[in-house]
């Protein structure tokens, strides 16, 4: 959902920004800009087309020196991705140039009110309004005309401007997009990311709703919406560049899916204690927070949400409490049935997606406990929930969750051992019993990244095929879910996800010679059920591959291809079955020659409604 970033110090902006917008790249990449304090003024240079390109329209235009700037990579709202639409968008006089992620609700109106003034506009954003409104509010002092400016607009953006009078200075702000401060020695960096400041530094602060900040090359400072200055409190990124970079991969997509039992160790290591037993103490989430609870509300987005409803099964069978499962675009205007009964669990790899937020704020307005878990350090449903759990997955880059949405996965699971402990479902015993299985999981997936040989020459096979289908009963039904959007947004194959009892009710209509159908069967409990399905679709011509860990008798009327996983507590399969799909959808998607990283039309952070 666009990127943004910022440079003033004394070194050249331009390779600080250039770099700084490439760890940026998977929030948008349609377009993107640069704009450059120079000697004379300001020099804007943007493009339609990827990072790639800019680098090489500025490197087209010789030698340029500056030391101070601000970029933008741009995932199209208001007006098609084309030169004269992309960031930054430059005041009439050209003294004033600004970056925005984010949307502005009321830009019709600024626009009708900046025309009638006699302001021409060079674009069809809803940006360049904000360009032309701060500019009018200008007159020397950047923090006052960015207060003023804010108090006009309606929507969500995080905003940066340079102006040619005020060297070596960048004024910013946010409502609702993230935005953070990278604190160097004698260079400062603004930035939707953290990735986007490793360049020159660890430290951060992270900037609030409404606040303005004015940075220099020695100093930040922040003021609250009146104009009253603010402290921050330094943040430290725990984590190297290096887990931001390729590492000798093809792509971050299969590099991430290999740090998978990583990110599922961390992610519960300092989270069992040494009873054996889960330990949510650090977090808050304790004593009998879940004894009196009514009902879980569980709300996300994609797989985010995907993760959320293998997490339902778990608590529902382990900890037996009601649990709600909604897309958060839904749930934020369904006037949700949530008190102060109730827990809300949202989840978030990015912990700023729009509707996320809209949805945690929901159920805390209506008294709800709420719980986030998060994978980005500081970001807003980190900070704005009773609870956060952070998914220690580290960076992720490529658009398409993986690593994250595994550690979302191992996050659910101890929740719902907690919740059954503290409710009296589940005894200590039995509860030290499924940690132990925890603990075992990361060289399970290890294993079951073994895989990816047999699933690539399965790719080789299946890559022309333009439908697919995902079949599963219980938890295999909520990773099939997972699976089927993988392969939509990887490998742009249609696909769909139906729980294997539901085909017969109209869909296995479309079953016909040759579709493929994906079948998961690792609830024990369900074999015979799952079993009884795929044979309704490989009678009527599928091509069956079939994702298990049993070791039933598998004859040739069942499938054509079986991916043998270990075994495990059944609530935790989707951590394993998962894999293979993932695998599927990247290769299907190589050898399709998708954009792997960067697929079509999407972007990671997704911080419009
Ligand atoms: C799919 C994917 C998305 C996200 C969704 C929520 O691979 O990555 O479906 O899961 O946009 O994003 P977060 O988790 O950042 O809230």
């Not at 402290?231 to 998978?260: C, L, P, R, S």
């Not at 960076?395 to 979302?408: F, G, H, N």
Request: charged residues 25%; proline residues 3%.
């Amino acid at each position: 959902m666009c990127g943004i970033v910022g440079f003033t110090g004394k070194r050249q902006a331009v390779p600080v920004l250039l770099e700084g917008l490439y760890t940026l790249e998977y929030r948008g990449y349609d377009s993107a800009g640069v704009c450059l304090q120079v000697k004379d003024g300001l020099k804007t240079i943007k493009t339609k087309g990827r990072i790639k390109v800019l680098e090489d329209k500025i490197a087209g235009q010789g030698e340029i020196s500056s030391t101070c700037g601000i970029g933008h990579t741009r995932w199209a709202t208001h007006g098609a991705p084309s030169d004269r639409n992309s960031h930054p968008h430059d005041s009439m006089d050209g003294r004033v140039s600004l970056v925005h992620n984010g949307i502005i609700e009321n830009y019709l109106e600024l626009r009708s009110r900046l025309t009638e003034k006699g302001v021409e506009f060079k674009s069809d954003t809803d940006t360049e309004a904000v360009a032309h409104l701060f500019a009018s509010h200008f007159h020397g002092d950047g923090v006052a005309a960015m207060l003023d400016t804010c108090r006009e607009l309606k929507g969500s953006y995080a905003l940066a401007v340079i102006c040619a009078d005020n060297k070596g200075e960048l004024i910013c702000t946010r409502h609702d997009n993230p935005l953070i401060v990278g604190i160097g020695e004698g260079e400062n960096m603004i930035a939707s990311d953290i990735p986007a400041i490793m360049g020159i530094t660890k430290n951060f602060i992270v900037i609030d709703d409404g606040e303005v900040v004015r940075v220099t090359p020695d100093r930040v400072e922040v003021f609250d919406r009146n104009g009253a200055p603010v402290t921050k409190e330094v943040q430290t990124v725990n984590w190297d560049i290096e887990g931001a970079q390729k590492g000798g991969y093809d792509h971050f997509m299969i590099k991430e899916i290999m740090e998978q039992p990583k990110a599922f160790k961390d992610t519960v290591a300092l989270r069992i204690n040494e009873k054996g037993l889960p330990d949510l103490g650090a977090e808050g989430v304790t004593g009998d927070i879940f004894k009196n609870i009514r009902n879980i509300h569980i709300v996300a987005c994609g797989s985010a949400y995907y993760a959320g409803l293998a997490g339902k099964v778990a608590l529902e069978r382990l900890a037996r409490i009601p649990v709600i499962a909604n897309v958060a675009s839904e749930f934020r205007y369904s006037d949700p049935i949530i008190d102060k009964n109730d827990m809300c669990i949202v989840i978030s790899q990015s912990g700023e997606t729009a509707d996320t937020l809209a949805a945690l704020r929901e159920a805390k307005a209506r008294g709800a406990v709420t719980v986030a878990v998060v994978n980005v350090l500081a970001s807003s449903a980190a900070r704005e929930a009773d609870h956060v759990i952070y998914t220690w997955a580290g960076p992720e880059i490529a658009v398409a969750t993986t690593k994250a949405y595994s550690a979302q996965l191992a996050v659910m699971y101890l929740l719902a051992l907690e919740a059954a402990r503290q409710r009296g479902e589940m005894s200590d015993e039995q509860a030290a019993s499924y940690c132990q299985s925890l603990k075992e999981m990361p060289s399970l997936i290890e294993k079951t990244l073994e895989v990816s040989g047999q699933i690539k020459e399965l790719a080789q096979l299946y890559y022309k095929q333009n439908d697919a289908f995902f079949i599963g009963r219980g938890i295999d039904y909520m990773a099939a879910q997972e699976g089927s959007l993988k392969l939509k947004e990887i490998a742009y194959v249609h696909s769909e996800a139906y729980a294997g009892g539901e085909l017969k009710h109209g869909p296995i209509s479309l079953i016909e010679d040759g579709t493929p159908v994906i079948a998961l069967a690792c609830d024990e409990s369900l074999y015979e059920k799952q079993i009884s399905n795929i044979k309704s679709v490989k009678a009527r011509g599928a091509r069956v591959i079939l994702i298990t860990n049993g070791d039933f008798d598998i004859d040739p009327d069942m499938c054509d291809h079986v991916v043998k996983l270990p075994k495990c507590p059944y609530f935790m399969s989707a951590s394993l079955s998962v894999i293979p799909a993932q695998f599927l959808s990247y290769y299907i998607g190589v050898f399709r020659g998708c954009d792997i990283d960067k697929p079509r039309n999407l972007a990671k952070s997704v911080t419009v409604e």
